[in-house]
Each structure stands twice: as C-alpha cells, then as structure tokens.
C-alpha cells in the first residue's frame, strides 16, 4: 500500500530525514512517535508530497515517486503521477485548516467538486453522510469559528474522507484539543481502524498507539530508532533512546 525506501531529506544542509524506510500494508495502522523536531511531520509532508525529497523511493498504491540525488536536484516522477498519487490520500492536520469562508458542508464538497469533478448533488449526500457519521448532521451549515475544536477536527476528517482515499495521514490530530475532545477524535479514528482505513498518525497519544496501531515507528533525530509491533516498542524496547522517551508518558 505504501513503502519507503530510504527517504533523505535536509533543510539547508541541515538533514532531517537521514534515510527512513518503512512499509504499511493495507488495512494496517502505523503509529509515528518521537520527541519534537525529530522529523515525523517532516516525513508525513514528503510521503503527502507537501515537501519534495532529496532521495530515496515512495510508493503509493503503485504509483511510484522516484528521486535521484546523483542529481543534486530531486527528479520527480511526472505531474501526472504526482496528482494520481495525491488523490490516494487525505491528510489531517493538528490546526484542522479548514476554510474559514465556507460552511461546515462546503468545506467537505469542495475538494470531490473541483478536484474530481464529482456533480453537486452527489457530493452533498456523500458529505452529509459523513457529517452524520461524525456525530455532526446539525452543524452542516454552519462556519468553522462557531464549532469547538473537536468539531472542527472531525469536520476535517470528514473532509479527508470525501476524497474517499486509500490512506488516511494524521498529523498529532488532537495535540490543539483538551483532553475531552481528544477522546472525541482518537474515538473516530479507532472506528476508522475498526473498518480497516489503512492510516499512518503521529501521535503522543501513547495509550492510544499502544491499543490501535499494528506498527510503531519511534523517530529520533531524522532516524527511525525503532520499528515493530505495539507490544515490541512499547513492552519489550531494549533501546535507551526510546525507553527514555517512554518513560516521560508514564
Ligand atoms: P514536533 O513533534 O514538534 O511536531 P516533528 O518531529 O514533527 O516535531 P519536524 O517538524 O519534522 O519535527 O521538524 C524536524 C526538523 O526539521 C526540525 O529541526 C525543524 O526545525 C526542521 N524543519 C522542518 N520544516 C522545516 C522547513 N520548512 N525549513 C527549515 N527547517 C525545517
Ligand atoms: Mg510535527
């Protein structure tokens, strides 16, 4: 579904990513932890192709995005695949981002009506669906600034979920809301593991890692420090780095 091979990327001369490998399969939850500035939502903005690598290989869903550093310059698979691969995924932000200027319901219809060309109609019975889904059928015509910000989260997964994608990315989804409506969130997206979304979230949700996801990838310093099951990084870690970050959620 979607695999990583040696991704490297740097901000002037500073690397950030110093060669992350990862896969997930179909239907799998991959968790991203790691302590601030280590690199995870850099990761998330090179595989959602917000932010061009320097090197190393992303495939999604087939569609490969190639990178040769030899080069100097990223080459880049043509535009083409480029917005192929773009329209696999949806892409959840910790500010949720919605637009400001549009109703609770037009935020969810614009992207199937301009991007895939979906008709009106069509695209407003989908997006109430999933309004009704996210618990918020009575807010459809209401803007942004008049929803708390668990609502607002969830209006943005519903967003995300219009483009009816292969893979759901989130990005410390709950790290602007207190703790009662962070349950609300990590509620749907535990109900979007249930029906087998396939997702990759960075958290410091640890609870929430440890009970969803099938694979933990512990970040440090732009490398992946450590790679396995929930119960492998969070039970059994052998590694001091990943122990001593642990240990600040206990
Ligand atoms: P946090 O948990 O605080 O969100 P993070 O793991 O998501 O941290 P990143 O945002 O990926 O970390 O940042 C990794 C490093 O890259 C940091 O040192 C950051 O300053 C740097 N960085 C990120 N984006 C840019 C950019 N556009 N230009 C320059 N440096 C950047
Ligand atoms: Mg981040």
Do not use: W
């Not at 569609?63 to 698979?77: C, D, H, I």
């Not at 593991?193 to 996801?213: I, L, P, Q, S, W």
């Amino acid at each position: 579904m979607l695999s990583v091979e040696n991704v490297r990327k740097s901000f002037g001369g500073l690397p950030v990513l110093k060669g992350i490998s990862l896969e997930v399969r179909q239907g799998e939850v991959l968790a991203v932890i790691g302590p601030s500035g280590s690199g995870k939502s850099t990761l998330l903005r090179c595989i959602t192709q917000l932010e061009r690598v320097d090197s190393g290989k992303i495939t999604i869903c087939g569609e490969t995005l190639v990178s040769n550093n030899e080069q100097e310059k990223a080459v880049y698979a043509d535009k083409q695949t480029r917005v192929k691969i773009g329209l696999h995924l949806g892409l959840v932000f910790q500010n949720f981002n919605l637009f400001p200027h549009f109703s609770v319901l037009r935020n969810v219809t614009e992207a199937p009506v301009r991007v895939l060309k979906k008709n009106k109609a069509e695209a407003e019975r989908t997006a109430r669906a999933l309004l009704e889904k996210m618990g918020l059928a009575d807010k459809a015509d209401a803007y942004p600034c008049q929803l708390s910000g668990g609502q607002q989260q969830r209006v943005s997964i519903a967003r995300a979920l219009a483009m009816n994608p292969d893979i759901l990315f989130f990005d410390e989804p709950t790290s602007a809301l207190d703790p009662e409506l962070t349950g609300e969130i990590l509620k749907v997206i535990r109900e979007l593991a249930a029906e087998h979304m396939t997702m990759v979230v960075v958290t410091h949700e640890m609870k929430f890692a440890r009970d969803v996801a099938d694979q933990v990838i512990f970040m440090d310093g732009g490398n992946i420090v450590e790679q396995g099951t929930a119960s492998d990084v969070f039970g059994s870690t052998k590694e001091e780095r990943t122990k001593a970050f642990l240990s600040r959620f206990n």
